[in-house]
């Protein structure tokens, strides 16, 4: 059996990542906000295959049991794949776009993250992919919660792998980390070096079935990243981004 959760599954990346475990076979729980959106995904299933679909908004309080009901639903699960996020351009420091983005991007993380580390706890192991993201390199004074909060779960991730060593553990982390994409969340806005959706899905399955702890997408961004690292924070602070 395989069997995956995907969480943002509705859309952008998340769709893109659903498409291609049905198409490999996987039975499918996609859970989103936008529930309307998930029916698309059960017309993808394959003869005998299963696809199951959940309304899970990660800043509700209950999507920790909500999660647990569409497990029960499949029956378990070996894969766990978070794609929610948020972010936006907010040079003004508006609170209002700071604190959403972080009741998404830490409150929703931690939440759902931990319910499906306690699962896999308990059924003796599984599989915890997510996406973080690039901006979580150094901080980027444009978008100062988006950027803080991608460090935050990048750092969480890691955090992650060293307790389940501690614990004897057999979870694995897959830390998704993708440059600029084209998707909703920057509807309007044109950055270098943008990477389509489909692209970036295929790669990050890949980086699940090859067990990879940390996957930057794609080699270009793993070359920008590289250089980022090597700015002196005298150099970075004066950077007009």
Known sequence: MKRAIVIGASSGIGWEVTKLLIADGWTVGAAA????????????????????TACIDVTNAEAPGQLRSLIAQLGGMELFFYAPGI???????????????????????????GEAYHYFVEAGGGHIAAISSIAGTMGLGPAPAYSASKAMQATYLQALEQLIHQQKQSIR??????????????????????LRPEKVAKEIVWAINHKKHVR???????????????????????LPL
């Not at 080699?219 to 602070?237: E, H, M, Q």
């Open 173 to 194: 982390i897959t830390d998704i980390r993708p440059g600029f994409v084209d998707t909703a969340l920057l509807t309007g806005q044109r950055y270098p070096m943008m």
């Open 87 to 113: 972010g936006k351009v907010n040079r003004q420091l508006q609170t209002d776009i700071e604190l959403a983005t972080v009741e998404t991007n830490v409150t929703g993380f931690t939440r759902l993250i």
């Open 33 to 52: 906000r936008r529930e309307d959106r998930l029916r698309e995904l059960k017309t993808l299933a394959q003869p005998g295959q299963r696809v199951e």
């Open 216 to 238: 930057i997408i794609d080699w270009k961004y793993r070359l920008l990243t590289s250089l980022w690292r090597c700015v002196p924070k005298w150099l970075w602070r004066r």
